[in-house]
């Protein structure tokens, strides 16, 4: 994740998502609540334990490789939030 404070105003990009040669804008949709338009990803700055259940991060969280995932995604065990 790539931060940048400017005029108090905090800029987070997601890390998955790119577009005219830079990682996209997340959108603050919830007091400093940031989710990706494109992937769903979200991240929460100030709240250092929060884990993302986006499908790339639950990829990353369990290990699978890409194929892996879609037959999981495929067999129903997994339900985007």
Do not use: W
Not at 30 to 57: G, I, M, W
């Amino acid at each position: 994740m790539s931060n940048a404070l400017t005029n108090d105003c905090l800029t987070v990009r997601c890390p998955y998502c790119t577009g005219g040669g830079e990682f996209r804008l997340m959108v603050d949709y919830r007091a400093k609540q940031f989710v990706c338009l494109d992937c769903s990803h979200q991240e929460r700055p100030a709240e250092t334990n929060y884990r993302c259940s986006c499908p790339h991060c639950l990829k990353l969280a369990m290990g699978l490789s890409s194929i892996a995932f879609m037959e999981y995604e495929l067999a129903g065990d997994y339900a985007h939030r």
